[in-house]
């Protein structure tokens, strides 16, 4: 994954084979950064097919922000829901339930930063 540079790495995203995030089908995350590399947060490149979700989740020890790269989503905070464009950001503070839906007719591309890594 990626090469090592100097005080650094160089990672292609398009190189990373995202996995399906089950239980929520259509649903893909590919880790780019992370715990299993050593570093303080986690770095995911997301996509959600049409019509599907990452359904409400909490994470107790860590806060996660999204942002949305192309596509319409619907986020959930707490008992918000939140409508979402490209270029928007949801942050997510810790021990907060939260979800994304694609609402859109393609499929929605995002990143997401989990500090500390999930």
Do not use: C
């Amino acid at each position: 994954m990626g090469r090592h540079i100097e005080g650094g790495a160089i990672i292609d995203s398009a190189d990373v084979k995202g996995e399906e995030y089950l239980p929520n089908r259509g649903v893909f995350l590919a880790g780019l950064l992370g715990r299993a590399r050593g570093d303080g947060f986690g770095l995911y490149r997301g996509r959600i097919e049409p019509g599907k979700e990452i359904a409400r989740e909490v994470h107790e020890g860590s806060s996660e922000t999204v942002y949305i790269l192309a596509g319409r989503a619907l986020g959930f905070v707490g008992d918000q829901e939140v409508p979402l464009e490209p270029g928007q950001v949801m942050h997510v503070e810790k021990n907060t339930p939260h979800g994304l839906r694609n609402v859109g007719d393609a499929a929605l591309e995002f990143l997401v930063i989990g500090h500390p890594d999930f």
